[in-house]
């Protein structure tokens, strides 16, 4: 997969979230490198694994011999874990615990395409499968390239950027795509941060459609959990982490009634005990500088039924 190994963020916080134990059974809704999944089995539970990454499953599989019988990976997005699991017989888990994002893996192969550090193919798919970011920036209207970096990426000079990137058609490489938005947005080599980081998230984020899988993967997660299973999430941006804020809050509220109606029975919150947010220790962005912007949100499956599928 690369050389730089991958170091999962906030690994000791995540595990006293879950407190997998013999026997208990957790999905790893971004296999990865296996950290989360390594930690867990190592507690002595069993655990399903998803990516849709193809890499990661096939660099998966010494850990699946290596821990026979309790890793099962699967090459799937973690919005489908109900029926995927249900096709193994699972009904329900006792943890899930899910790492947004791109992986370090794929920021570290240039030929993903994922970062603009090294030059590479314009790429982005995390499936390596379906519409790529070079089949989005060569194709797309300019107002629709706009509508995403604006979004996704929360770029507020979204429209000179995406008139810039229509104006530069066709871009191949990431290389090329950066250097557009660099001279879109008059960066100067040596700025704090490199306005391309924003549209190249942005971009990503389209491509893999992951807001839309966040949000299903949470009710996923609800569905499947028993009570008192535990949920984990781990982001490393706002939109992100602004999604599962709001669906932990919304979850953990049993609807107030108003005082100009009649008063009816509020339904029981199916999640409690929500975390507040935790972030890594000063230590631990000193050995991971990629931790930085990491925040882990938790919270506890009540019994009440799972409300109706995202």
Same mark, same amino acid.
């Given at each position: 997969?690369?050389?730089?190994?991958?170091?999962?963020?906030?690994?000791?916080?995540?595990?006293?979230? @879950?407190?997998?134990?013999?026997?208990?059974?957790?999905?790893?809704?971004?296999?990865?490198?296996? +950290?989360?999944?390594?930690?867990?089995?190592?507690?002595?539970?069993?655990? $399903?694994?998803?990516?849709?990454?193809?890499?990661?499953?096939?660099?998966?599989?010494?850990?699946?011999?290596?821990?026979? +019988?309790?890793?099962?990976?699967?090459?799937?997005?973690?919005?489908?874990?109900?029926?995927?699991?249900?096709?193994?017989?699972?009904?329900?888990?006792?943890?899930?615990?899910?790492?947004?994002?791109?992986?370090?893996?794929?920021?570290?192969?240039? #030929?993903?395409?994922?970062?603009?550090?090294?030059?590479?193919?314009?790429?982005?798919?995390?499936?390596?499968?379906?519409?790529?970011?070079?089949?989005?920036? =060569?194709?797309?209207?300019?107002?629709?390239?706009?509508?995403?970096?604006?979004?996704?990426?929360? #770029?507020?000079?979204?429209?000179? *950027?995406?008139?810039?990137?229509?104006?530069?058609?066709?871009?191949?490489?990431?290389?090329?795509?950066?250097?557009?938005?660099?001279?879109?947005?008059?960066?100067?080599?040596?700025?704090?941060?490199?306005?391309?980081?924003?549209?190249?998230?942005?971009?990503?984020?389209?491509? =893999?459609?992951?807001?839309?899988?966040?949000?299903?993967?949470?009710?996923?997660?609800?569905?499947?959990?028993?009570?008192?299973?535990? @949920?984990?999430? *781990?982001?490393?941006?706002?939109? #992100?982490?602004?999604? *599962?804020?709001?669906?932990?809050?919304?979850?953990?509220?049993?609807?107030?009634?108003?005082? $100009?109606?009649?008063?009816?029975?509020?339904?029981?919150? %199916?999640?409690?005990? %929500?975390?507040?947010?935790?972030?890594?220790?000063?230590?631990?962005?000193?050995? =991971?500088?990629?931790?930085?912007?990491? *925040?882990?949100?938790?919270?506890?499956?009540?019994?009440?039924?799972?409300?109706?599928?995202?």
């Amino acid at each position: 997969m690369s050389a730089a190994p991958h170091v999962p963020v906030l690994l000791d916080e995540v595990i006293a979230a @879950l407190n997998p134990g013999e026997g208990d059974v957790i999905v790893d809704a971004t296999f990865g490198a296996g +950290g989360y999944s390594r930690a867990i089995l190592d507690c002595g539970a069993q655990v $399903h694994a998803f990516d849709r990454d193809p890499d990661a499953i096939a660099a998966g599989a010494a850990m699946v011999d290596e821990f026979a +019988g309790r890793l099962t990976l699967h090459p799937r997005r973690f919005s489908e874990m109900v029926e995927t699991l249900a096709a193994s017989g699972v009904a329900k888990v006792d943890g899930v615990v899910m790492d947004i994002g791109v992986s370090s893996m794929q920021l570290d192969q240039a #030929e993903r395409g994922f970062a603009f550090s090294t030059d590479g193919p314009l790429d982005m798919r995390m499936s390596q499968a379906g519409e790529s970011a070079a089949d989005f920036v =060569n194709t797309a209207e300019e107002s629709a390239i706009a509508d995403v970096l604006y979004h996704y990426g929360e #770029e507020r000079q979204s429209r000179r *950027v995406a008139r810039a990137i229509v104006a530069a058609r066709p871009l191949d490489t990431t290389g090329e795509l950066a250097r557009v938005v660099r001279k879109a947005l008059g960066y100067r080599p040596g700025a704090p941060k490199d306005p391309a980081t924003r549209s190249f998230q942005a971009i990503r984020i389209h491509v =893999n459609g992951e807001l839309d899988e966040l949000i299903e993967g949470l009710s996923a997660a609800e569905q499947l959990l028993n009570p008192g299973g535990r @949920l984990a999430v *781990v982001c490393f941006h706002s939109l #992100e982490d602004r999604i *599962v804020k709001r669906f932990l809050r919304d979850a953990s509220q049993a609807e107030a009634g108003s005082r $100009h109606l009649p008063q009816l029975e509020a339904p029981e919150p %199916v999640f409690a005990q %929500v975390s507040k947010a935790i972030r890594p220790s000063g230590a631990e962005i000193a050995r =991971n500088p990629r931790s930085r912007s990491s *925040v882990l949100r938790s919270a506890v499956r009540t019994a009440t039924p799972a409300r109706e599928a995202a």
